[in-house]
């Protein structure tokens, strides 16, 4: 039993359909602005993709990388997204988890010299 072809996808309804966005119009945008790749080449949002073909898509701090499975066109739950690619992205970066970054009280006011000092350290614009 041979299995039937599979229709192209353009590459931000399979991003959006496999729940890498959270909507097919921020899947454009972020194509648009050139934040998603697809074989090392900046894409539109009209770009077909073909199984076997490798995106990859920035985040501010770190890249994730997919390789399409199965091209799909419409929205499907999270346990089937899954199986239509591999991750093949590095973890992600423990200063970018929820937890990882300090963050002041809301309303606390102006930060001090030493506060101030010490949260550009933490940023990494100044040395020790």
Known sequence: MSEEPQKPTRVDVWLWSVRIFKTR????????????????????????LKVGDIVRVRYPGWERVFEVKKLISKRVGAPVAVTCYDDLSEPRPAYLSRGGLPRRERGAGRPTKVERRELNRLRGYEKD
């Open 25 to 48: 119009s921020l899947a454009s945008d972020e194509c648009r602005a050139g934040h998603v790749r697809v074989n090392d080449d900046h894409v539109k949002p009209s770009q077909k």
